[in-house]
């Protein structure tokens, strides 16, 4: 999930950042949904969710500073949410890991996530931490998680449609690839043209991370029904016998009547030259 400063240092920007405030405040605690559901099904412990609660919570974080939720010091603030912004992206493609283990889109989303890291130090570094490197850094981390997460998404729409498992995980796949593609978008409008899409951009971020945010807790809550119901459907079906052969096989003389047991037993008296033997 994104968020970003618009043109937080132009006197307009003000303006922006007061405005849309019902909807800022809604994408701000619906980002909670998917972390409160991830611990509350036991996901914490696996990385890979965890990862995927740090993103919203980055989220949050970068949200509740920006529009003064919580009251810091106006340098530690603009630090923390900036890196909140920045982070969000390398979180969601650990996230991506759990959908594959393709070697070579494990080492793809991998070499990409230290890349990103490597260019966000050498960045900020060199250009300082401001509000234009906060944006192209986030507009960098939107990539690979748009293309990777596509590219998932297809595998496992695939594996749905042909052998009917990874339903669930093409649903919760489609609401990153949703949300990051959208916020792809959004912020290369913002980076060619800040002052024309500075408005419509902030309105949009907060819609779409509510849409996003709500179908990823949807998936996530019936993630492990969805994963029980595949199992079944793999256990194999019990094969069904002609009633013949099952009652050949189910016979005996245990569960033959005491009449015939005598008549099978006794036949050979009307045999002497065998009894003689």
Same mark, same amino acid.
């Given at each position: 999930?994104?968020?970003?400063?618009?043109? $937080?240092?132009?006197?307009?920007?003000?303006? @922006?950042?007061?405005?849309?405030?019902?909807?800022?405040?809604?994408?701000?605690?619906?980002?909670?949904?998917?972390? =409160?559901?991830?611990?509350?099904?036991?996901? !914490?412990?696996?990385?890979?969710?965890?990862?995927?609660?740090?993103?919203? @919570?980055?989220? %949050?974080?970068?949200?509740?500073?920006?529009?003064?939720?919580?009251?810091?010091?106006?340098?530690?603030?603009?630090?923390?949410?900036?890196? =909140?912004?920045?982070?969000?992206?390398?979180?969601?493609?650990? %996230?991506?890991?759990? %959908?594959?283990?393709?070697?070579?889109? &494990?080492? $793809?989303?991998?070499?990409?996530?230290?890349?990103?890291?490597?260019?966000?130090?050498?960045?900020?570094?060199?250009?300082?931490?401001?509000?234009? &490197?906060?944006?192209?850094? @986030?507009?960098? $981390?939107?990539?690979?998680?748009?293309?990777?997460?596509?590219?998932?998404?297809?595998?496992?729409?695939?594996?749905?449609?042909?052998?009917?498992?990874?339903?669930?995980?093409?649903?919760?796949?489609?609401?990153?690839?949703?949300?990051? $593609?959208? /916020?792809?978008?959004?912020?290369?409008?913002?980076?060619?043209?800040?002052?024309?899409?500075?408005? #419509?951009?902030?309105?949009?971020?907060?819609?779409? &991370?509510?849409?996003?945010?709500?179908?990823?807790?949807?998936?996530?809550?019936?993630?492990?029904?969805?994963?029980?119901? !595949?199992?079944?459907?793999?256990?194999?079906?019990?094969?069904?016998?002609? =009633?013949?052969? =099952?009652?050949?096989? #189910? %016979?005996?003389?245990?569960?033959?009547?005491?009449?015939?047991?005598?008549?099978? &037993?006794?036949?050979?008296? /009307?045999?002497?030259?065998?009894?003689?033997?």
């Amino acid at each position: 999930m994104k968020h970003c400063v618009l043109n $937080g240092n132009h006197p307009k920007s003000l303006v @922006m950042n007061q405005s849309n405030s019902t909807l800022q405040l809604i994408s701000a605690l619906i980002v909670l949904l998917p972390v =409160a559901i991830i611990f509350i099904k036991q996901k !914490g412990s696996n990385r890979y969710f965890l990862s995927l609660a740090a993103a919203n @919570m980055m989220f %949050f974080i970068s949200t509740s500073l920006l529009n003064n939720y919580v009251a810091l010091p106006e340098k530690t603030s603009v630090w923390i949410s900036m890196l =909140a912004n920045i982070l969000q992206a390398p979180l969601t493609l650990i %996230f991506l890991l759990y %959908f594959t283990e393709n070697n070579k889109i &494990t080492k $793809g989303i991998k070499n990409s996530l230290a890349a990103i890291l490597a260019i966000s130090v050498v960045a900020i570094g060199i250009t300082s931490f401001n509000e234009q &490197t906060t944006l192209n850094l @986030m507009t960098l $981390g939107t990539i690979p998680v748009f293309l990777f997460g596509s590219v998932l998404f297809i595998q496992h729409v695939k594996s749905s449609v042909y052998h009917q498992k990874g339903t669930n995980k093409a649903f919760i796949l489609s609401a990153i690839v949703f949300a990051y $593609g959208s /916020y792809m978008l959004l912020l290369t409008l913002n980076v060619i043209s800040p002052e024309k899409h500075s408005s #419509d951009i902030r309105s949009l971020f907060g819609l779409i &991370t509510i849409i996003s945010a709500a179908f990823a807790s949807i998936s996530i809550a019936m993630f492990d029904l969805n994963q029980a119901e !595949g199992e079944v459907s793999k256990e194999p079906a019990p094969q069904r016998k002609n =009633a013949a052969i =099952a009652q050949w096989d #189910d %016979f005996s003389l245990a569960n033959t009547p005491e009449l015939s047991k005598t008549s099978v &037993t006794n036949i050979s008296k /009307y045999y002497p030259s065998y009894q003689n033997n």
